[in-house]
C-alpha cells in the first residue's frame, strides 16, 4: 500500500503493517483529535474494517479495534460521540470506491478466523497519546509524570473529605487500573483504582481521595482522556510495585501552606472538621514547611 486517503478533519496512511492517522489540527477539527495528533495502529491491533454510508454525501471507512489494543480506548470504555471516534474517517461520497479499495486491502492482512480477529490482545499495540500529562479538575489539579499521578485539592472545589486526606501521589506500580467517565455525562470524573481493591463498594468521587471531579469547563475530554490513557497504558506496562501510596508532598510553598490552614479553619469553623481533626490536619500542614 503506502498511498494516503484523505477525509473530514484526518489523512490516513496505508502502510504493508499498519495505518497511520494523522488528525487535523483546524478550527472544525474536534479538539481530542488535535490532542491526538498522529498514531500509529498496527494491522495486528484491529479486528475488522467497515464502509457505510454517512451523512450529507459522505461515506464512513471504520477500523474496529482489538480488545485491549488502544489504551485509549479502553479507558474510554464505549463514551465517545461517533464525531469524536478516532476510528472513524469519513469521506466524499465520490471517494467511496477508493475507500472500498483499501479496506479491501486492510481486510486481506487480516486473520481468517474471526475468533482470532476478535482475541483481546495480550498488550497494548497502540502506543497511548503523547499528552496532555495534566489537566485542571472541579476540585483539583491531575498530574502525571511517567510514574506517579498526583492529585493537589483546591481550596474551592474540593471536598472536606479530601482535605483532610491531604494532596495524594499514586506511583503506578501501586494502581490496578483507571476509571473515566466522560464530562459530557453527569458525574463525569477520573478515579484510579488501587491494587488490592477491586470489589470493593467506593466512594463517592468527590469523597473519595483517588479521584478527581470533572464538571463545565474541568476535566474536558481532550484533555481528561488522553490523560487517563496514558495512566493506564504505564500502569499496564510497570506490573506491580511494593511501595505504598503517599499522600501529600514533602515540602510546599509557605503561602500555599498558609492559604490550606486558612481554608482548613473555615471548614472547623463550619462544623465540617472536629477539633481534633482540625489540629492534626494543622500539624501535618506545617510539618511540610
Not at 76 to 82: C, N, S, T, V, Y
Request: hydrophobic share 40%; proline share 9%.
Amino acid at each position: 500500500m503506502g498511498d494516503v486517503l484523505t477525509g473530514f478533519h484526518a489523512a490516513w496512511e496505508f502502510e504493508s503493517e499498519s495505518v497511520r492517522i494523522r488528525f487535523e489540527r483546524g478550527i472544525r477539527t474536534p479538539k481530542l483529535f488535535q490532542a491526538l495528533g498522529t498514531r500509529e495502529v498496527p494491522v495486528e491491533a484491529i479486528a475488522g474494517v467497515t464502509l457505510t454510508p454517512g451523512r450529507r454525501g459522505t461515506v464512513v471507512l471504520s477500523v474496529e479495534p482489538r480488545p485491549g489494543a488502544d489504551p485509549l480506548m479502553d479507558a474510554a470504555a464505549g463514551q465517545l460521540k461517533e464525531g469524536c471516534d478516532p476510528y472513524r474517517l469519513v469521506l466524499p461520497a465520490e471517494r467511496e470506491t477508493l475507500a472500498e479499495y483499501y479496506a479491501e486491502e486492510i481486510r486481506a492482512l487480516l486473520p481468517d478466523d474471526p475468533g482470532q480477529r476478535a482475541a483481546p490482545a495480550e498488550e497494548y499495540l497502540v502506543a497511548p497519546p503523547e499528552g496532555p500529562r495534566h489537566f485542571k479538575a472541579y476540585d483539583g489539579k491531575a498530574s502525571f509524570d511517567g510514574t506517579t499521578v498526583s492529585f493537589r485539592w483546591s481550596w474551592t472545589g474540593a471536598s472536606s473529605a479530601k482535605w483532610k486526606a491531604g494532596d495524594q501521589r499514586y506511583p503506578v506500580g501501586s494502581l490496578s487500573g483507571v476509571e473515566w467517565r466522560s464530562p459530557e455525562i453527569l458525574e463525569g470524573h477520573l478515579r484510579l483504582l488501587p491494587r488490592g481493591e477491586a470489589g470493593q463498594s467506593a466512594a463517592q468521587p468527590d469523597q473519595d481521595p483517588a479521584a478527581v471531579v470533572f464538571g463545565l469547563g474541568y476535566g474536558p475530554v481532550h484533555e481528561s482522556l488522553p490523560f487517563a490513557a496514558a495512566v493506564l497504558a504505564a500502569v499496564h506496562k510497570a506490573g506491580p510495585a511494593p511501595e505504598p501510596v503517599l499522600a501529600g508532598a514533602a515540602r510546599r510553598d509557605p503561602a500555599d501552606i498558609a492559604d490550606r490552614i486558612r481554608h482548613l479553619g473555615e471548614l472547623h469553623e463550619a462544623g465540617l472538621v472536629t477539633d481534633e481533626e482540625f489540629s492534626a490536619k494543622k500539624a501535618q500542614l506545617l510539618a511540610e514547611l
